[in-house]
């Protein structure tokens, strides 16, 4: 498996044209019938040409004034459910403004990369522009990759055991998709689309080290559900040392602020689930192996994933996370790769303004 | 006696290794016969374990720390260190080390009391005696 056979994999899967104009034909109808609206937007999963039929579609209503409690609205109509945020226009300015973070950068790239289907004055065209213009804050952007450096020196001195080795490779090149991401229009949405999204963004070589990091040499089911199973028994025994409540008790809970951080982490690994589901068995792979290595930071250890995993469950909590692998060492390769992808983050971090 | 010996005895003691002196010995001089093939600067450098521990040693100071490394300068680090061999002590030349501490350790053990994780004692005896028991009746059972 490499990048360019997920590539093609995943051009198969992209919502066919008919689906995606009945879409927008909906979005239209539905903003037609809203009353006064600066523009209507259609974002999420339809703008992005990676829904079904049946997917709920997201519709943003830009309106002249601010908006109240009565800001989200849901309706089924055709079968589909319709999800309406009515956003008012300077906070929808405010939105594509300055620089930001994960969260700053995909609030804006939402407006920024979708669709309009109502936009009299040009107003969508302008927050696309706005959102693209954006750029990762910069203090965190060097922090981050100061970060990997450190860890390929590392990596380039052979320190480490085999598996420490491979994990620590695992961990920069998280955080180098996490940089490539944020450059790119669509910025970081969430671990499902990661590769999706690097692929889209012409990171090819990034996702190839990606899939050679976390093992995944083919995109078979068996593998995919295996990895879905796997993580899920790493998540459940991590949220039991860490007092956390059990995976489905998490979804069930929704917005879940008291419990964020493994909220995201189940949100993740429902993904993987979803993607293996979907016949999308690689993704399924990445986000698994992914979510169990996010459930590492729910228990504060000190020795980066494997070893937080074995100082706070265990030796067998340590087996079950490296049972997601095979196991193998870091290849020098794809250390190469991981270099390769920092430089090129660092060059358009040096690059000037 | 070298920066090395000293810093090994120290790890000894704060981790509680109960390294015995031919074994910090022999751990330093595997590393400064590393650090001689590792792309020392003196060509003069014996590529002989034993000789280089006779002859060489080596000095550290302390000097205020140095800025934080660029990010250029790290990805040169980085790319550096991918390429260059990594420090290892072939299994050739350990033998040379160990045939030579047989030979010397009773010569060549430092005076510094060495305190083993067992030892519930204050002191100990003076280590040359120690290690030339230990050693005799190591050579005896074998």
Not at chain 2, 13 to 32: D, N, S, V, W, Y
């Amino acid at each position: 498996m490499n990048a360019s056979t997920l590539a093609a994999s995943l051009r198969s899967l992209e919502t066919p044209e008919a689906v995606y104009r009945e879409r927008l034909a909906l979005a239209a109808r539905v903003a037609g019938e809203s009353g006064r609206v600066v523009a209507a937007l259609v974002v999420g999963s339809t703008a992005l040409r990676r829904c079904s039929a049946r997917a709920d579609l997201d519709i943003v209503f830009v309106t002249g004034a601010p908006t109240g409690p009565d800001r989200f609205s849901s309706q089924v109509i055709d079968g589909v459910r319709v999800e309406v945020e009515r956003l008012g226009r300077r906070r929808a300015l405010a939105c594509t403004e300055g620089d930001g973070w994960v969260w700053e950068l995909r609030e804006a790239a939402r407006l920024g990369c979708a669709v309009p289907v109502l936009d009299p004055t040009g107003f969508a065209a302008e927050l696309a522009m706005r959102a693209a213009l954006m750029a990762p804050r910069r203090a965190q952007v060097e922090a981050t990759l100061r970060d990997v450096y450190v860890a390929l020196v590392a990596l380039g001195r052979g320190e480490g055991d085999a598996t420490q080795r491979a994990d620590a490779l695992r961990g920069c090149l998280d955080n180098l998709a996490l940089l490539a991401l944020l450059e790119h229009p669509r910025r970081y949405q969430k671990a499902k689309w990661v590769l999706a999204d690097l692929l889209h963004a012409g990171e090819g070589p990034l996702v190839d080290a990606i899939l050679a990091a976390y093992e995944i040499d083919a995109g078979d089911g068996a593998a995919a559900r295996d990895a879905v199973a796997g993580a899920g028994e790493v998540i459940a025994r991590t949220y039991e040392i860490a007092g956390m409540p059990a995976h489905d008790e998490l979804l069930a809970m929704g917005h879940a602020p008291r419990f964020a951080q493994a909220s995201y982490v189940s949100r993740c690994l429902d993904d993987a689930a979803d993607l293996e589901a979907s016949g999308r068995f690689v993704e399924a792979r990445y986000v698994a192996a992914f979510a169990a290595r996010l459930a590492a930071g729910l228990l504060w250890g000190g020795g980066g994933v494997i070893g937080t995993f074995a100082e706070r469950g265990g030796d067998e909590l340590a087996r079950r996370y490296l049972a997601l692998f095979d196991g193998a060492d870091a290849d020098d390769l794809v250390v190469e790769a991981a270099l390769v992808a920092a430089d090129a983050r660092r060059e358009r971090l040096e690059r000037p303004a | 006696m070298g920066e090395i010996f000293h810093a090994l005895e120290v790890l000894n003691r704060t981790m509680k290794l109960g390294l015995r002196p031919p074994e910090i010995l022999r751990a330093e001089m595997g590393f400064k016969s590393a650090l001689a093939r590792q792309g020392n600067p003196n060509p003069m450098l014996p590529d002989d374990p034993v000789a280089l521990t006779e002859g060489y040693e080596l000095v550290a100071e302390l000097r205020p720390r140095a800025e934080p490394l660029s990010l250029g300068q790290l990805s040169t680090l980085a790319k550096r260190e991918m390429t260059r061999p990594r420090t290892k002590v072939d299994a050739r030349t350990l033998k040379q080390i160990d045939k030579a501490i047989d030979a010397t350790v009773p010569e060549k053990v430092p005076t510094t009391a060495m305190k083993s994780p067992a030892a519930g004692t204050k002191k100990t005896a003076p280590a040359k005696k120690t290690t030339v028991a230990k050693k005799t009746t190591a050579k005896k059972t074998r």
